[in-house]
């Protein structure tokens, strides 16, 4: 060993050491690097709560409230995020969806019997498409939003493909499958989901979400048959979908035999249905419920979420939404040329009340009904039986139980089975 001034020269060093002090530096580096990261989202959240509620001008008592409630949401989601999962604790029991970016499975987590629905997200098509910001919001709101009119997420994971969300499953299948089975629902019925629909909306655009991408398919029934949001993927950024040039770039379908608009209401209807789960599955998917303001790229706010509700109202009410036709870019330039497309066809006759409620949504966003508060929306007539307070307590109006194999059914409870019922 050499000498230096008295002192040993140190050893040089392999390069198996040298690997391994490169990545521990790079581990510690990360790892306190994510904490900060952490830190500066939770920083983040607390002052997005607290402009919020000094928007709201709430007392300081409700302050004091939301404050413990936020806590404990952070308290959950750390909770999460230390909980090391995988893929091996759970066993898949049923493919229930599918969509542009990958599917959704029926699985139960093997050391507790519990059953979820798992969504699975390729990574590679995220990147590809730029939806790494989306999803990252759908986390956000996931973890943040009430549970009871959000799909609660309980774990996240990821391997070298996949991203995996574990979330609560919902046996009462979506909107779309229930309007797809119904030729209409009566108005009792569209009052009921209109109804919950505005008070889940208004709780994430409390939170300061705006979801911009309300349609059938992304409204849940629960076993009671209660409404609750899911698929928040487009909370941020524009997707690709909702770019005006998106539908000018397409390549034009040939017109069918006979025209989408000489149709009679029953045969729209028909022609609707029988095209609505392949239009849910593709990644073109339907701008039916897209406001226009938001193809526009002016400028929108929480209001295009109103509009979209309104286009689903409509839908339940006549059949089919006011402007559907035999391609995404007929459908694209009505909806943008709304005054003249916008019509209610008379052999369907709805109240004077539904049809007002309808066009207070379906107008300008800055006379759009909900642009001074929800409680316009509450106090309109449509809505004068509600009992906002208690809704989510009342008598189930109808509910799809659309996982009926014996693999499935036996694993829920028998009293949850029982109101799960469709007429």
Not at 12 to 24: D, G, I, K
Not at 52 to 62: A, F, H, T
Not at 118 to 134: C, N
Not at 180 to 202: G, P, R
Request: with cysteine.
């Amino acid at each position: 060993m050499a000498m230096t001034g008295g002192m040993a020269a140190p050893l040089p060093m392999s390069n198996h050491t040298r690997e391994r002090v490169t990545v521990a530096k790079l581990t510690l580096e990360n790892f306190y690097s994510t904490l900060l990261t952490q830190h500066e989202e939770r920083e983040m959240r607390q002052k997005k709560l607290e402009k919020v509620m000094d928007e709201e001008g709430l007392p300081n008592e409700e302050k004091i409230m939301r404050r413990s409630q936020h806590a404990r949401k952070e308290t959950e989601f750390l909770r999460l995020k230390r909980t090391r999962l995988g893929l091996d604790d759970f066993e898949s029991l049923k493919v229930i969806g599918r969509g542009a970016f990958g599917e959704v499975r029926l699985v139960q987590k093997k050391d507790t019997g519990h059953i979820y629905a798992m969504k699975i997200l390729r990574k590679a098509d995220m990147l590809e498409k730029e939806q790494v910001a989306h999803i990252r919001a759908e986390r956000d709101i996931l973890v943040e939003a009430d549970g009871a009119w959000v799909v609660k997420m309980f774990y996240s994971f990821q391997d070298k493909r996949n991203l995996y969300l574990i979330m609560e499953f919902l046996p009462g299948g979506d909107m779309m499958t229930l309007l797809m089975k119904k030729d209409t629902l009566s108005e009792e019925a569209t009052q009921f989901y209109i109804a919950e629909t505005v008070l889940a909306i208004d709780s994430i655009h409390q939170l300061g979400f705006i979801h911009r991408d309300i349609k059938p398919d992304n409204l849940l029934l629960d076993s009671r048959g209660h409404v609750k949001l899911s698929d928040f993927g487009l909370c941020t950024g524009l997707k690709k979908a909702h770019r005006t040039e998106f539908y000018r770039n397409l390549t034009h379908n040939p017109p069918s035999d006979f025209s989408f608009q000489n149709m009679n209401s029953k045969r729209k209807a028909e022609t609707w249905k029988k095209n609505r789960r392949q239009l849910a599955y593709s990644t073109v998917g339907t701008p039916d419920y897209i406001a226009p303001e938001v193809f526009m790229q002016t400028g929108y706010n929480k209001l295009c979420d109103w509009w979209s509700l309104g286009v689903i109202m409509y839908e339940m009410l006549i059949g089919y939404p006011p402007f559907c036709s035999e391609t995404p870019q007929e459908t694209y330039r009505k909806v943008m040329n709304w005054r003249e497309t916008l019509i209610f066809p008379p052999e369907v006759p709805i109240s004077e009340k539904a049809k007002d409620l309808i066009l207070r949504y379906c107008t300008d966003a800055e006379n759009r009904i909900g642009a001074v508060s929800v409680e316009e929306i509450k106090n309109h007539p449509f809505f004068e039986s509600v009992d906002w307070e208690h809704i989510r307590f009342g008598d189930v109006l109808e509910v799809i139980f659309l996982l009926e194999d014996p693999t499935v059914t036996q694993l829920w409870p028998p009293e949850r089975k029982t109101c799960c019922y469709f007429y």
